[in-house]
């Protein structure tokens, strides 16, 4: 997209998985699903945006637009189902929107191992196209990359690894819109070893974060969203101005 501003919590992805999930704790009454339904509905909310951005292929603005008109819908859709049900009900799911780490359990790294032994590898064969993607469409051509096959693949790998983390954590804000500029900061151009840090740098951060949540309120234990909206916050309003500044 060769925007700085995107992220899967902009263009609708987490608002498929909250709206699914949501849906699970307040309607069914269970929490054993919700992992399988954020996936499924981050899955879904991708492939909408896809068809809907499609028009002889997917432009990179289009698709911000589509992205972030679903996320309103998807937004108002999770609102009706939390004031449609009593509080009680409502409760554990206003606590999972915030992204927590709480109830993650061994069974969930498991989940994660087998998500990221699939989807891992795939980005980083995915990795050569992306950067030839960023030089523009034509020059991209030139070097032989197919670009709407370049551009599916890569939004369905991006969109697993979201759906992945956020069916375990929940839409913990700002992790995906901050992490990947500093992991950059550090390491320069995009390259594999840039996504495996832009990884790593994002567990420490919700890992962190959720220490922060835990001990640094005590007795009172708050969500690791709301320490990563803390510090995202102001990040964001920082990246804004750089880039408004550079445009």
Do not use: C
């Amino acid at each position: 997209m060769r925007n700085p501003l995107v992220a899967p919590d902009v263009i609708g992805v987490m608002a498929g998985a909250t709206v699914a999930a949501v849906t699970a704790i307040v309607v069914f009454q269970s929490t054993a699903i919700v992992p399988v339904a954020a996936f499924v509905g981050a899955v879904l909310a991708t492939f909408v945006i896809y068809g809907l951005t499609w028009r002889q292929g997917v432009a990179g603005g289009r698709l911000v637009l589509v992205g972030v008109g679903l996320e309103f819908v998807l937004t108002a859709l999770t609102t009706l189902v939390i004031v449609r049900f009593p509080v009680e009900q409502v409760t554990p799911a206003i606590v999972w929107m915030t992204g927590t780490l709480y109830g993650a359990a061994w069974s969930d790294v498991v989940w994660l191992a087998g998500a990221l032994a699939v989807l891992l590898p795939a980005a980083l064969a995915l990795m050569p196209r992306l950067q030839r993607l960023q030089l523009g469409d034509e020059l991209a051509t030139a070097l032989g990359v197919a670009l709407e096959p370049s551009r599916a693949g890569l939004l369905a790998v991006g969109a697993g690894l979201a759906a992945t983390a956020v069916a375990v954590a929940g839409p913990v804000k700002f992790v995906a819109l901050m992490i990947p500029h500093v992991a950059r900061l550090l390491a320069g151009p995009l390259t594999g070893g840039v996504l495996v840090l832009a990884g790593m740098l994002g567990a420490v951060l919700v890992v962190g974060s959720d220490l922060v949540a835990q001990h640094a309120f005590s007795p009172t234990s708050l969500p690791a969203g709301i320490v990563t909206a803390a510090i995202g916050a102001p990040y964001f309003l920082f990246l804004l101005h750089r880039v408004n500044r550079h445009a």
